[in-house]
């Protein structure tokens, strides 16, 4: 996972202005080929949010005439000043054309660059394959594979996978280059869902078909759904991945018979908005489903409502059958909490008190950035501070010390200054991504949060862990274009914007 942040975090970084505004499929019409999802499009003219990109300011200083020109101070220039003033100006205006002509360039280069998936699988003999960029097909010969891993490229949000085998079952989520767990039985992978979170997830779908180990070749799979072979007898020898935009027309693959199976797979939803779950086996199923970006919970198939005591923890259902992980409208925010950060995922999770059963009610998830010195431990929140100076220069707001004598502190993403206005756009477009100083980065909505709720005293707790938490974890749904100043998560600047 670290890994993937740091030689993301360049690639990606640069692409947050392109992918702020609208994104149309990067996609053929003949999905035979290695079309769908990664043609190149021609470089857009349009600038974030679909202004037009322009060649220099709309007015610069070397538009206006000689008699116009004034000092700083707004006071008139003698006419023995006005030429050199003048020649300053037409210096500056052609230096600002030429900053603005390098930046379109870089737009024109990034917009060409589609986002991609890179994937490779883990071999029988324990080796992984070379790397499939794009939608090529991933082959192993026959052989099968134990693992997946898949990177994503270009483009703000999470890509998450996970293995099936008919001995084992379905192995956890991995996500993000991370590979997905060997089963305990040495089987090779049956059956793959693979599905998108955040921005990613808005703009594009994925779709996934495999081949078996017959040389059956299935139709397309999406967003979650299973493909593959489940109770057949079969396993998967390779597959194909491709992305398709959503706002573009509609796509052309095949999807009658993703999966071999005794019976469907997965979380069925009827007309009357009945949740249930069949298993492809055919068999009873109690235990977690998704349905792309929506977790549900059953018993013996069917979704439950209200509260409910699973796994340790005390979880939501709302009359839809899906889990809440927002509870503040449910409970109202009384405290105190109890914020247990996943350094390793970049998850915080705040808990609310069952009562004699303590801290065991997932309240709130937040996305954060933390860094290699953020340490490990059970800490109390011992100063909090609405604006605060860091050692690099620039400010951060909504801040509260982890503990006593230590220099790390939960805080917002950055500002050039102690105003809401002079926001760095790239740490909101790539928190979770980017690596902080050793301090806990969040959204200025989440932390204000925080220092609004979280009395001093609060209990935090740093660990590592390879599962988020008792949610997903959450991602950035819309990136924001590296104009745009304030953090559209603070409600301080959301009213002053509106």
């Known amino acids: 996972m670290r890994k993937f942040f740091r030689r993301s975090c360049a690639v990606i970084l640069a692409a947050s202005m392109v992918f702020a505004q609208s994104v149309t499929a990067f996609a053929g019409t003949d999905d035979s080929n290695y079309g769908p999802g990664f043609t190149n499009p021609k470089a857009s003219q349009e600038g974030p949010g679909g202004q037009t990109t322009s060649t220099g300011p709309a007015t610069s200083a070397s538009s ?13 220039i003698s006419s023995g000043d006005a030429n050199q003033t003048s020649e300053q100006a037409a210096a500056q205006a052609a230096a600002e054309q030429a900053a603005a002509a390098e930046e379109a360039a870089k737009q024109a280069a990034v917009t060409a660059n589609t986002p991609y998936l890179q994937i490779q699988v883990l071999r029988p003999d324990m080796t992984w394959t070379d790397p499939v960029v794009g939608d090529g097909y991933v082959d192993t010969q026959n052989n099968g594979f134990k693992s997946i891993c898949i990177y994503l490229n270009n483009i703000v949000g999470n890509v998450l996978y996970r293995a099936y085998s008919s001995n084992s079952g379905w192995t956890n989520w991995a996500m993000n280059g991370d590979h997905t767990d060997l089963f305990a039985d040495g089987s090779v992978v049956d059956a793959i869902q693979i599905r998108f979170t955040g921005f990613v997830g808005n703009k594009f779908d994925v779709n996934y078909c495999a081949t078996l180990n017959d040389g059956t070749t299935l139709d397309w799979a999406k967003n979650g759904e299973t493909a593959g072979a489940i109770y057949s007898g079969k396993y998967m020898a390779g597959f194909r991945v491709s992305l398709w935009g959503k706002d573009g027309a509609a796509d052309s693959y095949t999807r009658t018979k993703p999966l071999e199976a005794p019976a469907a797979d997965g979380v069925q939803i009827d007309s009357a908005g009945n949740v249930t779950y069949s298993q492809g086996s055919g068999a009873p199923y109690t235990g977690w489903g998704w349905k792309n970006r929506d977790r549900y919970y059953f018993v013996e198939g069917q979704a439950v409502k209200g509260w409910q005591y699973i796994d340790g923890y005390k979880y939501y259902f709302g009359e839809d059958g899906k889990v809440v992980t927002d509870l503040e409208p449910v409970l109202g925010a009384k405290g105190p909490y109890l914020i247990r950060i996943n350094k390793q995922m970049n998850t915080t999770t705040i808990y609310a008190k069952d009562g004699a059963n303590g801290y065991i009610i997932p309240y709130k998830v937040f996305l954060c950035s933390t860094g290699d010195d953020t340490p490990l431990g059970t800490f109390k929140t011992p100063e909090k501070y609405r604006w605060r100076l860091m050692n690099s220069g620039v400010y951060c707001q909504y801040a509260t010390r982890l503990g006593p004598g230590l220099s790390i502190l939960l805080h917002s993403i950055i500002y050039e200054r102690p105003d809401i206005n002079t926001l760095k756009p790239e740490t909101y477009n790539f928190q979770g991504v980017v690596r902080s100083a050793g301090c806990i980065r969040f959204l200025s909505g ?19 862990s390879s599962v988020p938490g008792p949610y997903d974890r959450p991602a950035i749904e819309q990136t924001i274009s590296m104009d745009q100043h304030w953090d559209p998560t603070d409600p301080v600047a959301v009213a002053q914007h509106q």
């Open 64 to 76: 206006q005439n000689a008699g116009d020109v004034q000092a700083a101070d707004g006071s008139a």
């Open 446 to 464: 989440d932390a204000k949060w925080i220092y609004d709720n979280c009395a001093l005293g609060t209990t935090v707790e740093v660990y590592n």
